[in-house]
């Protein structure tokens, strides 16, 4: 699909109508009784406590923060209470927020502590400075929605928001644009770190908003999140990535023109949806299923134009791959490689260099490629002949050149005799060499047991 048909699309779908005791910050705001608790800000050093509080982050998140902004520096903490950014800059009146004419400027980092809350509402605007170390760390509740928020640019820093673990973000019928640095996935733009375990999922909803120059949306150690009718423009890197995170749905959204990935799935992700999402040009994989991913569904998908596969997996197992269209992508329209138990079933797969290549496969769980539809592509599918490969029902008859390449290219007249004799619409091409070995210490064995009871393994 033409970008600009794309970005039509988009304006058409989405248009964005420290804790008590020892080591506690000193209070310099007001006390305000707000019914259920009292509102309370204070000052600290961020090196005092950023450990405390994304204790559960990379090794190099501090690190890349201490880069741009002193551990000396002094931030907002948001203790205690609900605030917006009106009753915030109330108690805070000398420094770190300012009232701008068209809305709020924040000149220092803002940490909102476990049990306190920020409200950033309809029609307000935040804006970022990042000439000022200009951040948000969300320990608490964060809820933005029918807003704008932004960053300002200092150099190589942009700022950040990021949800620690134990948290809650919902984010809404807002847009964000020029956030985001460096190659922490922390600091990504937004990033949303869970708790890893998939039976205490914290409130992560991110939907209905317009993402723009961010360089990315990462989930980390989260489970039962919602990523749903957003819109990713000209993302810096991926623009929405998973880490380690289980039962997520991202479904209707629109990523166009990331620098990277349209959407990776990565690092023994379990028990995910993509479904019902629009992907086109984007520089890497449209849909990149990665290092351990397991029990994915990415059905009725759009991916257009990638620059390398359409939909890419390695090294990962029972992933379906169901009803989509995979147009014109720079390599394959979809390629799985060092993966088992894949199923590749009712897609459109028109105009890739390759519609399906498959390397790499392990043998006790065959491949399954059924009904779908191969259109012009240069090849229509490649093996290398690891693991057995059963087709069962697939339209080629719009497929030019080539049907078949790699080590399958030798039973391209068995299969079409056998086609056009009528014996049957499944045809099994038998491994011809050693099944390769996949690395299971990569996956959730909880995830993993799940998908040999589903492969039948």
């Known amino acids: 699909m033409p970008r600009a048909v794309l970005i039509l699309a988009l304006i058409a779908i989405f248009l964005p109508t420290a804790p008590a005791g020892a080591g506690e910050p000193a209070i310099s705001g007001r006390l305000e009784p707000t019914g259920v608790s009292q509102q309370r800000v204070s000052k600290s050093a961020i090196g005092l406590l950023l ?75 935040l804006l970022l400075d990042g000439s000022q170390g200009a951040f948000i760390v969300n320990a608490g509740t964060l809820d933005i929605n029918g807003a704008s928020v932004s960053g300002l640019a200092s150099g190589a820093y942009r700022p950040f928001i990021l949800t620690a673990s134990g948290a809650s973000a919902r984010m809404s019928n807002s847009s964000f644009s020029s956030l985001g640095f460096g190659e922490e996935p922390e600091t990504a733009g937004l990033a949303f770190i869970g708790r890893g375990l998939p039976v205490a999922g914290d409130v992560v909803d991110v939907h209905a908003n317009r993402f723009s120059h961010v360089n990315g949306l990462v989930l980390i150690k989260a489970s039962h999140a919602r990523i749903a009718r957003n819109s990713f423009e000209d993302s810096g890197r991926t623009a929405l990535a998973l880490i380690a995170s289980a039962d997520i749905q991202i479904r209707d959204n629109i990523v166009i023109g990331s620098l990277g990935h349209g959407l990776k799935l990565s690092r023994g992700s379990s028990s995910l949806e993509i479904t019902g999402n629009i992907l086109g040009d984007n520089a890497g994989h449209g849909i990149f299923v990665d290092t351990g991913t397991v029990l994915a569904r990415i059905a009725n998908n759009s991916v257009d134009s990638s620059g390398k596969s359409g939909i890419a997996v390695r090294g990962s197992a029972c992933i379906e791959i169901l009803s989509n269209l995979i147009k014109t992508s720079g390599v394959s329209g979809v390629a799985i490689t060092d993966s088992f138990a894949a199923t590749v079933a009712r897609n459109t797969l028109t105009g890739n260099r390759t519609g399906l290549s498959l390397q790499g496969q392990r043998g006790e769980a065959a491949s399954l490629v059924s009904e779908n539809h191969f259109r012009r592509n240069q090849v229509g599918i490649r093996a290398d002949g690891r693991g057995d490969l059963k087709l069962n029902g697939n339209d080629f008859s719009e497929q030019w050149p080539r049907l078949f390449s790699g080590s399958i290219v030798d039973k391209t007249g068995r299969y079409l005799t056998a086609a056009q004799a009528g014996r049957g619409s499944l045809f099994t091409f038998a491994s011809n060499a050693e099944a390769a070995t996949v690395d299971q210490a990569q996956f959730s064995a909880f995830a993993l047991s799940s998908c040999y009871s589903k492969a039948g393994g």
């Not at 890349?64 to 520096?73: D, F, K, L």
């Not at 907002?76 to 009232?99: D, F, M, N, R």
């Open 51 to 125: 450990p405390v509080l994304t204790a559960t982050a990379g090794k190099g998140f501090l690190a890349e923060i201490s880069a741009y902004v002193p551990m000396t520096r002094k931030a907002i903490v948001v203790e205690s209470g609900t605030l917006s950014l009106k009753e915030l800059l109330a108690l805070q009146p000398e420094t770190g927020l300012v009232k701008l004419p068209d809305g709020y400027r924040l000149r220092s980092p803002l940490i909102i502590w476990h049990g306190a809350s920020l409200r950033i509402a309809k029609g307000e605007t």
